[in-house]
Protein backbone atom coordinates (compact mmCIF):
# COMPACT_ATOMS: atom_id res chain seq x y z
CA UNK A 1 0.00 0.00 0.00
CA UNK A 2 1.62 3.32 -0.87
CA UNK A 3 0.51 6.13 1.59
CA UNK A 4 0.76 9.74 0.14
CA UNK A 5 1.61 11.65 3.15
CA UNK A 6 0.68 15.35 2.96
CA UNK A 7 0.10 18.77 4.81
CA UNK A 8 -2.52 19.28 2.76
CA UNK A 9 -5.92 17.74 3.80
CA UNK A 10 -9.69 18.59 3.41
CA UNK A 11 -10.39 18.94 6.85
CA UNK A 12 -8.97 20.82 9.84
CA UNK A 13 -6.70 18.76 12.11
CA UNK A 14 -9.64 17.76 14.63
CA UNK A 15 -11.65 16.25 12.16
CA UNK A 16 -9.26 14.65 10.46
CA UNK A 17 -8.71 13.40 13.84
CA UNK A 18 -12.43 11.64 14.15
CA UNK A 19 -12.33 10.46 10.88
CA UNK A 20 -8.60 8.54 11.40
CA UNK A 21 -10.53 5.35 11.73
CA UNK A 22 -12.09 5.59 7.64
CA UNK A 23 -8.58 6.33 6.64
CA UNK A 24 -7.58 3.09 8.12
CA UNK A 25 -10.65 1.31 7.33
CA UNK A 26 -10.14 1.91 3.93
CA UNK A 27 -6.09 1.78 3.81
CA UNK A 28 -6.17 -2.07 5.43
CA UNK A 29 -8.08 -3.08 2.55
CA UNK A 30 -5.87 -5.04 -0.30
CA UNK A 31 -4.37 -3.34 -3.22
CA UNK A 32 -5.60 0.63 -1.93
CA UNK A 33 -3.33 3.76 -2.80
CA UNK A 34 -4.27 6.78 -1.20
CA UNK A 35 -3.70 10.32 -3.16
CA UNK A 36 -4.63 13.66 -2.19
CA UNK A 37 -6.03 15.47 -4.75
CA UNK A 38 -5.80 18.86 -4.68
CA UNK A 39 -8.38 20.39 -7.21
CA UNK A 40 -11.08 18.22 -5.23
CA UNK A 41 -9.45 19.09 -1.47
CA UNK A 42 -9.68 15.59 -1.15
CA UNK A 43 -8.67 11.98 -0.49
CA UNK A 44 -9.10 9.52 -3.41
CA UNK A 45 -8.72 5.60 -2.39
CA UNK A 46 -7.69 3.73 -5.86
CA UNK A 47 -7.25 0.18 -6.28
CA UNK A 48 -5.70 -0.49 -9.35
CA UNK A 49 -5.59 2.97 -10.63
CA UNK A 50 -9.10 2.94 -10.36
CA UNK A 51 -10.71 4.88 -7.76
CA UNK A 52 -13.23 3.78 -5.41
CA UNK A 53 -13.66 5.83 -2.76
CA UNK A 54 -13.30 9.76 -1.83
CA UNK A 55 -13.39 11.31 1.71
CA UNK A 56 -13.91 15.40 1.18
CA UNK A 57 -16.73 17.70 1.86
CA UNK A 58 -20.03 19.22 0.34
CA UNK A 59 -20.23 22.87 -0.71
CA UNK A 60 -21.18 23.54 2.46
CA UNK A 61 -18.54 22.20 4.21
CA UNK A 62 -20.04 18.63 5.50
CA UNK A 63 -17.54 15.65 5.62
CA UNK A 64 -18.67 13.13 3.66
CA UNK A 65 -16.89 9.78 1.69
CA UNK A 66 -18.26 8.84 -1.52
CA UNK A 67 -18.26 5.13 -3.30
CA UNK A 68 -18.53 3.56 -5.94
CA UNK A 69 -21.48 0.93 -5.49
CA UNK A 70 -23.33 -1.41 -7.53
CA UNK A 71 -26.77 0.46 -8.48
CA UNK A 72 -28.91 -1.42 -6.76
CA UNK A 73 -27.40 -1.68 -3.42
CA UNK A 74 -27.20 2.28 -3.42
CA UNK A 75 -30.66 2.34 -3.97
CA UNK A 76 -31.25 0.33 -0.85
CA UNK A 77 -28.59 2.41 1.27
CA UNK A 78 -30.01 5.51 0.37
CA UNK A 79 -33.61 4.33 1.36
CA UNK A 80 -32.49 3.06 4.69
CA UNK A 81 -30.20 6.36 5.65
CA UNK A 82 -31.39 9.84 4.75
CA UNK A 83 -27.52 10.85 5.38
CA UNK A 84 -26.48 8.55 2.15
CA UNK A 85 -27.21 10.59 -1.01
CA UNK A 86 -26.45 10.08 -4.44
CA UNK A 87 -23.09 10.36 -5.34
CA UNK A 88 -21.87 14.40 -4.34
CA UNK A 89 -20.23 15.42 -8.15
CA UNK A 90 -20.01 11.95 -9.05
CA UNK A 91 -22.28 9.93 -11.30
CA UNK A 92 -25.38 9.50 -9.45
CA UNK A 93 -25.97 6.22 -10.58
CA UNK A 94 -22.73 4.90 -9.59
CA UNK A 95 -21.78 6.74 -6.98
CA UNK A 96 -23.45 7.40 -3.37
CA UNK A 97 -21.93 9.76 -0.68
CA UNK A 98 -22.42 9.22 3.17
CA UNK A 99 -22.56 12.23 5.33
CA UNK A 100 -20.03 11.46 8.18
CA UNK A 101 -21.30 13.70 11.08
CA UNK A 102 -25.00 12.01 10.14
CA UNK A 103 -26.68 9.12 11.82
CA UNK A 104 -24.90 6.29 9.45
CA UNK A 105 -23.67 4.19 12.73
CA UNK A 106 -19.44 3.50 11.74
CA UNK A 107 -20.30 -0.79 11.20
CA UNK A 108 -22.52 0.21 8.27
CA UNK A 109 -20.04 2.23 6.63
CA UNK A 110 -16.96 0.37 7.09
CA UNK A 111 -19.53 -2.05 5.46
CA UNK A 112 -20.31 0.14 2.86
CA UNK A 113 -16.46 0.55 2.43
CA UNK A 114 -15.58 -3.25 2.06
CA UNK A 115 -18.46 -3.91 -0.18
CA UNK A 116 -17.29 -0.98 -2.49
CA UNK A 117 -13.69 -2.41 -2.40
CA UNK A 118 -14.91 -5.52 -3.49
CA UNK A 119 -16.62 -4.11 -6.23
CA UNK A 120 -14.05 -3.07 -7.65
CA UNK A 121 -12.32 -6.02 -7.48
CA UNK A 122 -14.48 -8.35 -9.17
CA UNK A 123 -14.05 -6.02 -12.35
CA UNK A 124 -10.30 -6.92 -12.14
CA UNK A 125 -8.92 -9.50 -14.56
CA UNK A 126 -8.38 -12.30 -12.75
CA UNK A 127 -4.75 -12.29 -12.85
CA UNK A 128 -4.69 -9.00 -11.72
CA UNK A 129 -6.89 -9.99 -8.59
CA UNK A 130 -4.96 -13.26 -7.82
CA UNK A 131 -1.94 -11.09 -7.78
CA UNK A 132 -3.28 -8.87 -5.44
CA UNK A 133 -5.08 -11.30 -3.29
CA UNK A 134 -1.35 -13.45 -3.32
CA UNK A 135 0.28 -10.27 -2.45
CA UNK A 136 -2.09 -9.44 0.75
CA UNK A 137 -2.66 -13.15 1.70
CA UNK A 138 -5.80 -12.59 1.39
CA UNK A 139 -9.06 -15.33 0.54
CA UNK A 140 -11.05 -14.65 -2.65
Same mark, same amino acid.
Given at each position: ???? #?? *?? *????? /? &? =? ?14 ? *?? %? ?14 ? %? =? ?12 ? &? ?8 ? /? ?7 ? &? @? #???? =?? %?????? +??? /??? @???? @? &? ?21 ? +? ?5 ? %??
Amino acid at each position: MEII #AT *TA *TPWPE /D &I =MEQYQWLDECLLKLPG *TD %KEFQPAWQAYKYLLCG %K =MYAYIGNDKNGRPL &ITLKLEPAYS /DVLRQSYAD &I @V #AGYY =MN %KVHWSS +IYL /DGV @VPRE @V &ISDVVSVSHGWILATLSKKMRQE +ILDKYKC %KE
